[in-house]
């Protein structure tokens, strides 16, 4: 999951596992200052209702940001693409949350 940077494969096993048996994990694999604070970002998440579900990614390459989402609106899903040169550093946290129905 981490691997490839998909947060929504992250963040569902963190929320399915917990933190604590996460950093449990850590310990036991031998490393003690290696550990998971909170779950992967979230930006597209916050204006939409938690009861719908999101899977959302950013990106890019230097000087250029992009983002996208797939947001599932009931009898009304859409695809989300954005992408700026505006400022854009290329992003570098990735982030695919996606609630429970």
Do not use: K, Q
């Not at 938690?50 to 695809?79: M, S």
């Amino acid at each position: 999951m981490i691997v490839v940077s998909d947060n929504t494969a992250t963040n569902m096993l963190i929320d399915e596992l917990g933190m604590d048996a996460v950093n449990r994990d850590l310990n036991r694999l031998g490393l003690p200052n290696t550990r998971l604070r909170r779950n992967m970002i979230r930006p597209v998440r916050d204006p939409v209702p938690g009861t719908i579900r999101i899977a959302f990614r950013p990106g890019g390459i230097e000087g250029v940001t992009t983002v996208w989402a797939l947001v599932d609106l009931p009898r009304r899903p859409y695809a989300l693409s954005v992408m700026t040169t505006c400022g854009g550093n290329g992003g570098g946290t990735t982030t695919l949350p996606a609630s429970p129905a």
